[in-house]
Structures are given as C-alpha cells and as structure tokens.
RNA sequence: GGGCAGUUACCCAAGUGGCCAAAGGGGACUGACUGUAAAUCAGUUGUCAGAAGACUUCGGAGGUUCGAAUCCUUCACUGCCCA
C-alpha cells in the first residue's frame, strides 16, 4: 500500500467536526507517515479505555479496529488502560458527573476489557500499559504546573461542559483533571498518534497536543473516530440507551441486531466496524443506489462479516442461515432455551417464570394484545391452563421450547 | 456562610387540598404493513384481581386534615445570586 492509501485508510470513518483540522491532521499524519519510513521507525499509536464497564459494545471496538489498521501496518500500537483516569471518570461523553470506581473495580474490570478487545487486536502486536504507571507519581506541584498551559475558558468552551452549565447542571472541579490526565498520557509515552473519538476531541487534540508542546516533544496527530450510533440508528450506541449490540452474546444475536439497524446507519457501520477499506465500501453503496444489490442484502452482507471479526466465520455462517430461516420465512430458530412445565402452570405463569414478562400485568398485556403464540396459535386467555407442550413465542423474537 | 428556586413514574415535563395511578411528549413494548429496516396506523406502559375493585407510588422522615403529589416542620441533594 502506498503512502496515499494508507492515508485514505487510516483516515476512513474520521470525524473532526472541522474541515480545517481534518486537513492539517492529515497533511501532519502523512508527514509522520512519510518520516516513518525514512527513519524506519513504527509510529506509537496508542488508545486509552477507561475499563468502567466490561460489557463491550460494538461502539466500543470503532477506536480498536483503527488501531488494528495501524497494527497491519506495522506500527507500534500500545492499547493503555486508563487506570487511573477511570478513578476521574470522564466528562466527554456523558453530561453527568461519572460514579468513581475503586482501584479493585478497576483491574477487575481491566481483563475482561481486553479479552475482548483481543478479538480485534492482534493479541502479539499489542502493548498493554496502564496510566497509573506515571499518574500515580505526579505531584500537586506537577499537576499545577500541567494546569498552567490551560485556561478556565477552553474548557467552558466544550460541548458537554457548555451544555451543562447552560442547563443549570453541576460540573465538579474534578472532572477538570481528567483531561490533563489524559494529556499526559500522551507525554509520558511520546506518542506519534493518538485514536479516539470525537467525544475525545478536546483531550486529544487540544490537552495532548498541547502539553507535548509545552514538553519540548513533537505534537501527536489526532485520528478521531465518528461515533458509531445504536440500533435505533440515530443516537450513539450506549448502555443507557439501550440500542447496543454486545460483543458476547452469541452469533445469532449479533447478527439479528446488525440486521435491525436502520439502511440510513449502514455506510457507518461499514466504515467503522469493518474490515472492509476504501474501494470495497464505495462499491457495495454503488451497488445499492444503482438497485443491482438489495439493501436487504447489502445488510446481510455487513452482518455477516462483522459477525465473523468476533465470532468463527462458520458460526457467522449459521447465524446468517437462521436469520433468514427465523425472519425471512416465518419459521422457528432452531436455539431457543427450553422450560420444563409445571403441572397445573398457567399461561401466564409460564410467561412469568421464564422471565419473558415483567409482571402478571406486563404478560396479561401482551396476550390481550395477540402477542403470545403456541405453536403458531394465538393464545387468547391467559388464565387458562398451559395446554400442551411446544414452542412458545412472545412477540416476535422470544422464543420459548416448552417442554 | 447568607438569600432564592427546585427534587413527580424509564427520561423530559404538567399538576398547588378531593374529579390523581397522576396531563403531554420521548422512549420501550404489542399488533397491522414490511426487508425483524425506515416511515405510517392502532393499542399497551405502577402492582394484584376475570370485571367491579383493592393496594403501593410524586426526594427521605414526621405532622396538619375526614382526605395530601399539593399545606406545615425537618433532613438530604442540585442550581442560581451574594460573600
């Protein structure tokens, strides 16, 4: 790949909010790129994650596939946790104050973090560094000195703290820090480029920049990824909101939530998640609009191959073939839990045991509204008796082996 | 430290003594339509009871009243202004 390429690459799914600052990233990313080579020195790309929760999302892994890019490149890519900066909690993405985790949580929380990474990684060419490693022997006077370089004003400026003090809403002194924490980061592993979000815009290419400046080292180059939306489409992918797609439920459910999201998120997702380039992305939204290829199947198409990035393309296979099997033609899946019957149960106590209702209310509600079926039958009185053993389905993707 | 305002269900928000299980919006869920997409339409959304109804809820605790989300006291939390 040549030069250009990798740019185009590299800076594919990018988002700076800045026509600007995107230029001059990549005039300096294809300076570092050009230096590199002469050099024949790895750049030191890194990303920090805050290991405050360990159910990863597919939001989660957008910052890990562009480090990958790096990887297959050759670079010198150091995936940091931020031990230290989770005990901060960062204001970026949240217009609340973070909980603040202990130390224990924390390392907890550490492994199962990069155990899943690891399925985008490579698991050989990856550093693992955590930042308490030189936050921990700041001192006030350090961190005084890191806080000259910035003013109140900058950071009132930002999205998430102007929004906040527009509303009315508290912003503590702490969450301050968090961005010189991260800044540091950058200095203390002299880094070359830096991924992340463009939630991490301000940390990135404001804080570290602008602390390697004041340290006599060269300014990174910020790679600031898009955010990656939930299944609704539209909002970020999020916990809170609801509309994620975890990376550790199974094939078949990673498929039949990629295949929920709206068409309008598709080129998006192609572009953040895949690992798909430049070309092959232009050439499946070429195929679309032109009608050769149904969106349909463009879908399945992404599905399919972001499956296969955490799960074996055979189990990427089958989840497509029950995908199809399940929704397309109306017919059972062939994994479904299983209940074993109770004598006397009723059908509503069924629903509640399998824990596919809330509440006798909730269950009661979706049977007044057909929305409970055995072996195909609509089921009409909840009170009766359960009648006979078969497949229980509740709304349109519960399903129930009820034995 | 002082003054003022606020805290309502998953979220936003109306409600200032009975007609309040609590308007409206969002979200979520169900059905129709479909490509399990989007859009649209109809419905559900405190718990229990087959219906009538009963019970628990409006930041926490206590009180006034036949009756409180609404009035009083107190505590906690948040914001704004002043220092």
């Not at 899946?333 to 909730?362: H, N, R, Y």
């Amino acid at each position: 790949m040549n030069i250009e390429e990798q740019i185009e690459l590299l800076m594919q799914g990018t988002e700076y909010g800045d026509e600007d600052l995107k230029k001059a990233m990549t005039a300096e990313l294809r300076e570092r790129l050009i230096f590199a080579g002469k050099e024949g020195r790895p750049l030191r790309v890194y990303c920090g994650y805050d290991p405050t929760s360990t159910d990863l999302h597919l939001g989660h892994t957008i910052s890990m596939r562009k480090l990958r890019q790096f990887q297959d490149l050759g670079h010198d890519v150091t995936f940091l946790i931020g031990s230290y900066t989770a005990l901060v909690g960062d204001p970026s993405d949240k217009n609340k104050a973070r909980p603040i985790l202990t130390e224990e949580k924390v390392a907890e929380n550490a492994e199962t973090y990069t155990e899943q990474a690891f399925r985008v990684l490579d698991p050989v060419k990856t550093k693992i560094r955590y930042n308490g490693e030189w936050l921990s022997k700041l001192t006030l006077v350090d961190l005084i000195r890191l806080g000259q370089n910035f003013t109140v004003q900058q950071f009132l400026a930002r999205d998430n703290f102007a929004n906040r003090l527009e509303k009315g809403e508290p912003i503590y002194l702490h969450e301050t820090f968090y961005a010189l924490m991260q800044g540091y980061d950058a200095v203390a592993m002299q880094t070359d480029i830096q991924v992340g979000g463009t939630d991490q815009l301000f940390n990135i290419i404001v804080a570290g920049r602008k602390l390697q400046e004041a340290l006599g080292q060269k300014p990174l180059v910020g790679i600031i990824t898009g955010i990656l939306p939930g299944t609704d489409g539209a909002q970020r992918m999020s916990k809170s909101t609801g509309n994620i797609v975890p990376i550790n439920s199974g094939a078949n459910d990673m498929f039949g939530k990629l295949m929920s999201v709206p068409d309008s998120a598709m080129g998006i997702y192609m572009r953040l998640v895949t690992r798909w380039g430049p070309q092959e992305i232009e050439k499946i939204e070429k195929d679309v609009d032109s009608g050769e290829f149904h969106p349909r199947d463009a879908k399945m198409k992404m599905a399919g191959e972001i499956t296969s990035i955490f799960y074996s393309d055979d189990e990427a296979k089958a989840a497509q073939e029950n995908f199809i099997r399940t929704f397309q033609q109306k017919e059972i899946p062939d994994e479904m839990p299983e209940f074993d019957l109770q004598p006397g149960q009723t059908i509503v106590g069924v629903i509640l045991a399998a824990k596919l209702a809330g509440s006798k209310s909730k269950a009661r509600a979706l049977i007044d509204q057909k929305g409970v079926r055995l072996d195909g039958e609509v089921l009409e009185r909840g009170d009766a008796v359960f009648p006979h053993p078969g497949v229980l389905q509740v709304g349109k993707r519960r399903f129930l082996r009820v034995k």
